[in-house]
């Protein structure tokens, strides 16, 4: 009871300095900051999110989230690192990747890129790219990377290397050799296979044996003539087509002669060795009975029958007496040598054979075994042999 008389006295004296007491204070600026510092009931609290991975800017420099995974790309197969190419055009890359940490269901895929040959990356359906360069001696870098969604091996693999191949690569083949055996030289047989219709020069180009050395191919005689071409100076010029062998032996037509046969070659039979390529005979000479059907029969049999086309010789004796057929025989026996058929034939379409015998006079080759190796003049290979 005691306390009423107190509380009474407490209302009294703030009645009376209240003035006092609260002068100064800014009570709406008191219960704005109440009100700031204690939230209603009704307002509940803002719950802080985590930032998800995003690319944020930072004084105009683009930052990137860093990925979920990294990736990692391997070359499994393919040319080594400085790799000089010398007996293909064609080259094959396999590749796989990896993810860390692994990526279970995700599907990896591969881009590849062949600087100086692709303009960009190139999408690689599976884990192997096929490639086939063009011919001439080129440094390349190839390069994979491996890619899940929209994350890419931002260090792919990559690999340098280079091709030295001719630019006569698949146009001019050995297409066999045969070793030094006996009495028979060693041979090599070159063929010819290409569209173009200028012929390919070989003279200057190396034969190349890994036991026994090498040698160049000189120059031959495309037209032999005994007296015009006494000496070769013409390049061999292989046409489409042609074969050119080549022999450790002897030319038969005398040393250093490489030469194409022609129609003619049967009548140089008797003069050079029985070996020298081209016609065995003179048949280009024989005559059709309708070009001889103006003589009298008994003439016509005589030509077609008495006269020796596989020995290339005239009979000096029998000669019918027929004014005509004397005559005929005249003008025959004046084309009837090498340089009479020579005269007569050498601008026909067909007068030269696609054949070239070219004759290096040196042991080349292993007996047993080797590999045969074909340069053109700049020194690239054209093609391997191996036996």
């Given at each position: 009871?005691?306390?009423?008389?107190?509380?009474?006295?407490?209302?009294?004296?703030?009645?009376?300095?209240?003035?006092?007491?609260?002068?100064?204070?800014?009570?709406?600026?008191?219960?704005?900051?109440?009100?700031?510092?204690?939230?209603?009931?009704?307002?509940?609290?803002?719950?802080?999110?985590?930032?998800?991975?995003?690319?944020?800017?930072?004084?105009?420099?683009?930052?990137?989230?860093?990925?979920?995974?990294?990736?990692?790309?391997?070359?499994?197969?393919?040319?080594?690192?400085?790799?000089?190419?010398?007996?293909?055009?064609?080259?094959?890359?396999?590749?796989?990747?990896?993810?860390?940490?692994?990526?279970?269901?995700?599907?990896?895929?591969?881009?590849?890129?062949?600087?100086?040959?692709?303009?960009?990356?190139?999408?690689?359906?599976?884990?192997?790219?096929?490639?086939?360069?063009?011919?001439?001696?080129?440094?390349?870098?190839?390069?994979?990377?491996?890619?899940?969604?929209?994350?890419?091996?931002?260090?792919?693999?990559?690999?340098?290397?280079?091709?030295?191949?001719?630019?006569?690569?698949?146009?001019?083949?050995?297409?066999?050799?045969?070793?030094?055996?006996?009495?028979?030289?060693?041979?090599?047989?070159?063929?010819?296979?290409?569209?173009?219709?200028?012929?390919?020069?070989?003279?200057?180009?190396?034969?190349?044996?890994?036991?026994?050395?090498?040698?160049?191919?000189?120059?031959?005689?495309?037209?032999?003539?005994?007296?015009?071409?006494?000496?070769?100076?013409?390049?061999?010029?292989?046409?489409?087509?042609?074969?050119?062998?080549?022999?450790?032996?002897?030319?038969?037509?005398?040393?250093?002669?490489?030469?194409?046969?022609?129609?003619?070659?049967?009548?140089?039979?008797?003069?050079?060795?029985?070996?020298?390529?081209?016609?065995?005979?003179?048949?280009?000479?024989?005559?059709?009975?309708?070009?001889?059907?103006?003589?009298?029969?008994?003439?016509?049999?005589?030509?077609?029958?008495?006269?020796?086309?596989?020995?290339?010789?005239?009979?000096?004796?029998?000669?019918?007496?027929?004014?005509?057929?004397?005559?005929?025989?005249?003008?025959?026996?004046?084309?009837?040598?090498?340089?009479?058929?020579?005269q007569k034939r050498n601008q026909e379409q067909n007068f030269l054979s696609s054949e070239w015998y070219?004759?290096?006079?040196?042991?080349?080759?292993?007996?047993?075994?080797?590999?045969?190796?074909?340069?053109?003049?700049?020194?690239?290979?054209?093609d391997t042999y191996i036996y």
């Open positions: 009871m005691f306390l009423i008389p107190i509380f009474i006295i407490l209302i009294v004296f703030a009645a009376t300095y209240a003035d006092d007491l609260f002068k100064g204070i800014d009570l709406s600026s008191f219960l704005k900051l109440n009100l700031s510092v204690q939230p209603s009931k009704s307002q509940a609290p803002v719950k802080t999110q985590q930032q998800q991975p995003s690319t944020t800017y930072r004084q105009g420099t683009q930052t990137r989230a860093p990925p979920p995974f990294i990736l990692e790309t391997f070359i499994t197969k393919g040319t080594k690192e400085g790799e000089i190419i010398l007996d293909t055009n064609r080259v094959t890359f396999e590749f796989s990747g990896t993810a860390n940490p692994q990526q279970a269901q995700s599907t990896m895929y591969f881009e590849t890129l062949l600087q100086g040959v692709d303009a960009s990356w190139q999408s690689t359906s599976g884990n192997r790219r096929d490639i086939t360069l063009v011919t001439g001696s080129k440094q390349y870098t190839f390069l994979v990377r491996s890619k899940i969604g929209d994350i890419v091996d931002e260090t792919p693999a990559k690999v340098n290397f280079r091709i030295a191949i001719s630019p006569y690569f698949q146009k001019i083949r050995i297409s066999s050799f045969r070793p030094l055996s006996g009495l028979n030289p060693a041979l090599a047989t070159l063929r010819a296979s290409f569209d173009q219709e200028t012929a390919i020069n070989i003279t200057g180009w190396t034969l190349k044996s890994r036991w026994t050395g090498d040698f160049r191919i000189p120059y031959g005689i495309e037209k032999y003539h005994p007296i015009m071409n006494s000496f070769p100076a013409e390049p061999i010029a292989v046409k489409r087509s042609d074969t050119a062998y080549i022999s450790s032996g002897k030319s038969p037509l005398g040393k250093g002669r490489n030469f194409r046969p022609n129609q003619c070659f049967g009548y140089l039979k008797s003069s050079f060795a029985a070996s020298l390529p081209g016609p065995s005979s003179c048949s280009i000479d024989k005559p059709r009975v309708e070009q001889i059907n103006h003589l009298s029969p008994i003439c016509q049999e005589f030509i077609l029958t008495k006269i020796d086309y596989g020995s290339c010789k005239l009979p000096d004796k029998g000669i019918p007496s027929n004014p005509d057929c004397v005559s005929y025989l005249t003008s025959l026996a004046e084309g009837f040598s090498y340089e009479g058929c020579y070219v004759y290096v006079e040196s042991d080349f080759g292993n007996i047993f075994h080797d590999t045969i190796t074909l340069y053109d003049q700049t020194g690239l290979v054209v």
